[in-house]
């Protein structure tokens, strides 16, 4: 059974920085990529980051390009999102997502299997 559990979601001031972090269990690491998602009571749940497979090619929605970075460790079978510069605007509930395939899309069909989320709330 695939698990994926988050954590390092919290409460920063604007400017500060937050690590999410997201364990995989259950299959195979270095056979997929994984993604981060976010999502704001009454919208839909939006893309912010991906890695493909090795952590050789990324992808990151514009608003966050520059200010965080996701990274893959498959050794400790564990995906990253660095987060700094925070801002209001990016409180929402994180998500980590692993994708069907090892290359690293964008859109939620493209993701079989997610985590519990986590909450990230950056104060004025």
């Known amino acids: 059974q695939v698990q994926l559990v988050e954590s390092g979601g919290g409460l920063v001031q604007a400017g500060g920085s937050l690590r999410l972090s997201c364990v995989v269990t259950g299959r195979t690491f270095s056979t997929f990529a994984m993604g981060w998602f976010r999502q704001v009571p009454g919208k839909e749940r939006e893309f912010v980051a991906s890695i493909n497979y090795s952590g050789g090619i990324t992808d990151y929605t514009d608003s966050v390009k520059g200010r965080f970075t996701i990274s893959r460790d498959n050794a400790k079978t564990t995906a990253y999102l660095q987060m700094n510069n925070l801002q209001p605007e990016d409180t929402a509930v994180y998500y980590c997502?692993?994708?069907?395939?090892?290359?690293?899309?964008?859109?939620?069909?493209?993701?079989?299997?997610w985590g519990q989320g986590t909450q990230v709330t950056v104060s004025s």
């Open positions: 997502a692993a994708a069907r395939s090892i290359y690293a899309p964008n859109y939620i069909p493209s993701y079989a299997f």
